[in-house]
């Protein structure tokens, strides 16, 4: 049985990081993969910590929870302080390194980082900061193909208006160079 | 597709045409999909001012022999207990689903089992049993409202479907089910006296013949339902000697411990009742000569526990191994699988 | 032989279980005389409260349910938002409507739920042996207020009728009594403009209906009568209080 992957993403409440998992999730979907998508719920979607867990494998999946994700997406300082701990032995790490002021102290993860806010900044969308991070994490691991993804872009964002849908779209495309370029 | 609006599309495709609720969370895009949808597709939304009517709402909606539902959640489902008593009695057929949060009282939003006496034993006042089923996936969140429709209807019995918080607003693809188009008559219903004698539904028995005879005739139902609805599912059974009972999203959380510790060499299996009530006994009883131990797993502080010790009875120990607010982890429970197989000898 | 006057379609042939001089066996056949002359009796629904006209679905010979203390008009709502094209109406007592059903009943009328409300105040609760009501008077003596109805203690009687003509989901609000001929005769105008409210789709209807209770009253059913003109009318004035032309 191929191993079930599962990738924490975590930070602030409006960093937009329950949609990367969603946007994560529909791509995998798409691709025929077995998804499952468990957010943190509730009272912390009002501007405290938000995380969601995302599980893609090729046959059913068992649990849709984990302890310890084998990737993780971080947005903010608070939440590195709180998963840390949790990857899986030589898991992969994966920082906004714009909002986490300190270097994670593990040695056996695989870190990638990135200064996402100012990548942002720089392409005049704060707000596609999350969809950013995203292509280049997903160019780096290829847990869903790039190609895959923007072939389903428009699927994903067919409630979203076609100005967003190209707002996205480029800064998808600005991580997934990044990615290329740095990583 | 959430859980929650799995577990609404699938009423809708059951054939539900009216939805009556009141919002709370974890539950509530569970009517914010029928407030989008049904405006489309004739079917009426109505967002009540309590639980309290809008399980009364339900209660007059399920009387005109409509399909109807409700939903909410722990300190909702308890407002709405003194009409489930009254629909139970009435024997009027519903859906009313639970995803539920932990308590008592407000007690949190995070996810729960602990509303498990509450659901097993009616509820409300006065004796009687309503239908429950705990779905494991955002699939069988869209089954199962299919399912609880025809039990409802097959056995003039409100149905629950009771999910973790976790489960409602987990997503999971879902392959859509049928239409139904195939609904049995209900010759009972309020509908209004055109061409036949009134119909009248109604709860209140004066005399004390006419009680007993009505909470017969309740319980005789409930033994049919026993005998002929019980469901669970097993996994890894066969050879298991530490038998695993859990239900919901739990279940599958065990799932993966069990082929954890399966590996390690720890024989264990898992009972998973897809009916609370009816608590599928036979698949206990049937595995209590092979099992050394029963260890029931549940998110709250032992409930379901007791009607796997009525079952047993002695036989065997049966052992318990609960949270709170959380969905526990595999790796936790298989902690804890390795902790009382290392106890018992397995 | 001529028949001037017959048992009303509407009315099975059960004998009303009311105590002498209590007037709900009057505002039944009103109702049941109301629901004939409109043609509804195989179109109708009717929902009875917990009170002394639980028993109401063994009365009316049409379709009944029975509810929870208070929750009449919910279970309305239900009924009434599947089959809109049916005569839904409530039956109810004080206790039930403006004590523990006080939610139920103004968010119906709130809603302009297209249902009729059928209100019979009578300032206490009868069946349960005539605890003081939401409805009780200053001053009146009940099984729970023993030395009289005190402000400093359980506050001011509620008047249904003028609280629900606020809502704009109210198309007809209406007091009336049926402590005289000529007040009975009022009563059943009121309870079919009441009925054809509803039927015309302009909303919310309620008729409150001032009656006796002589039982718990501990008058005979002559000064019951004189008990509600002297004492309930001049508190709880008779009129309409809403009509919505369109």
């Not at chain 2, 003039?156 to 879902?174: D, F, N, Y």
């Not at chain 2, 998973?272 to 009883?285: A, S």
């Not at chain 2, 029963?294 to 049966?318: A, H």
């Not at chain 3, 028949?3 to 109702?31: D, E, M, W």
Request: aromatic fraction near 8%; charged fraction near 20%.
């Amino acid at each position: 049985m191929a191993e079930e992957k599962q990738v924490l993403f975590a930070g602030f409440g409006g960093q937009g990081v329950l949609a990367m998992g969603k946007f994560l999730s529909h791509a995998a979907l798409n691709t025929g993969k077995n998804v499952a998508w468990v957010p943190s719920y509730g009272a912390e979607m009002r501007g405290g910590t938000a995380n969601c867990l995302v599980t893609i494998a090729d046959e059913e999946i068992s649990s849709p929870l984990t302890e310890n994700p084998t990737m993780a997406v971080i947005m903010n300082r608070p939440s590195l302080d709180k998963f840390e701990d949790k990857i899986k032995k030589n898991g992969t790490l994966v920082v906004n390194s714009s909002l986490v002021n300190r270097l994670p102290e593990r040695d056996d993860l695989k870190i990638l980082e990135m200064p996402v806010n100012e990548i942002a900044e720089k392409l005049g969308n704060t707000r596609g900061a999350n969809m950013i991070l995203l292509g280049a994490y997903m160019e780096k691991t290829g847990v869903v193909d790039v190609e895959d993804a923007l072939k389903y872009f428009d699927v994903i964002f067919a409630d979203k208006k076609e100005r967003i849908k190209q707002l996205n779209r480029e800064a998808f495309m600005t991580g997934v160079q990044y990615a290329r370029q740095n990583w | 597709m959430k859980g929650n609006e799995a577990v609404a599309e699938g009423a809708i495709r059951a054939g539900c045409k009216g939805f009556f609720g009141y919002p709370i969370t974890p539950s509530s895009e569970i009517a914010e999909y029928m407030a989008r949808k049904y405006p489309k597709i004739g079917g009426i939304f109505l967002q009540a001012e309590s639980e309290l009517a809008a399980i009364n709402m339900v209660y007059g909606g399920a009387a005109t022999g409509v399909r109807v539902m409700t939903a909410s959640s722990g300190p909702g489902i308890s407002l709405k207990q003194e009409g489930i008593s009254f629909i139970a009695e009435a024997e009027l057929p519903c859906l009313i689903v639970n995803i539920s949060r932990g308590g008592p009282g407000l007690g949190g939003i995070q996810p729960a089992q602990s509303d498990y006496f509450q659901a097993t034993r009616g509820g409300g006042h006065g004796d009687y049993h309503i239908i429950v089923l705990a779905p494991a996936s955002v699939q069988e969140m869209m089954d199962f409202a299919i399912d609880a429709f025809e039990l409802a209807d097959k056995y003039r019995i409100p149905v629950m479907i009771m999910a973790e918080g976790t489960l409602g607003q987990m997503m999971e693809p879902v392959i859509p089910r049928k239409m139904v188009t195939e609904f049995v008559d209900k010759p009972w219903a309020t509908t209004g006296c055109r061409g036949r004698q009134p119909n009248i539904i109604n709860t209140l028995h004066l005399t004390p013949e006419s009680l007993e005879k009505r909470n017969i005739h309740l319980f005789s139902k409930y033994a049919e339902i026993k005998a002929k609805e019980s469901r669970a599912e097993t996994f890894l059974l066969d050879d298991a000697e530490l038998v695993v009972v859990a239900f919901g999203l739990m279940a599958r959380v065990v799932k993966k411990a069990i082929m954890e510790v399966r590996r390690k060499g720890v024989k264990a299996g898992l009972i998973r009742p897809i009916t609370l009530w009816p608590f599928p006994e036979e698949y206990i009883k049937r595995t209590i000569k092979t099992a050394k131990i029963f260890l029931s797993v549940e998110i709250n502080m032992g409930q379901m526990l007791e009607d796997i010790k009525l079952v047993v009875n002695g036989e065997v120990p049966v052992d318990f191994y609960g949270r709170i607010g959380v969905n526990p982890n595999p790796e936790e429970i298989a902690e804890q699988l390795l902790r009382v197989a290392e106890r018992e000898g397995i | 032989m001529k028949v001037v006057a017959t048992r009303p379609q509407s009315l099975t042939n059960a004998k009303f279980h009311y105590c002498p001089g209590c007037t709900h066996g009057i505002i039944h056949r009103l109702i049941a005389e109301c629901i004939d002359e409109l043609d509804q009796r195989e179109n109708s629904i009717g929902i009875c409260p917990v009170g002394c006209a639980v028993l109401a679905y063994e009365y009316f010979n049409l379709d009944m349910l029975e509810a929870a203390h208070g929750r009449a008009p919910a279970i309305a709502t239900g009924i009434k938002r599947i089959l809109p094209d049916r005569c839904v109406f409530t039956y109810q007592g004080d206790g039930d409507l403006a004590s523990i059903g006080m939610g139920e009943i103004v968010h119906a009328s709130a809603r302009g739920e297209k249902i009729s409300v059928i209100f019979v105040n009578n300032t206490l609760y009868g069946m349960t042996g005539g605890q003081m009501a939401p409805t009780t008077l200053i001053g009146q003596v009940t099984t729970t207020s023993p030395y009289g109805r005190t402000v400093e203690q359980a506050g001011y009687p509620i008047k249904m009728a003028e609280l629900l003509a606020q809502n704009e989901g109210s198309a007809y609000i209406a007091r009336t009594a049926v402590n005289t001929p000529a007040n009975v005769v009022k009563t059943k105008k009121a309870i079919k403009k009441a009925l054809q409210t509803q039927m015309n789709n302009k909303g919310f209807s309620m008729v409150e209906i001032l009656s006796t209770c002589p039982t718990n009253w501990g008058l005979n059913p002559i000064d019951a009568l004189k008990w509600l003109e002297e004492n309930m009318i001049p508190n709880y004035p008779l009129g309409e209080f809403k009509v919505k032309e369109e």
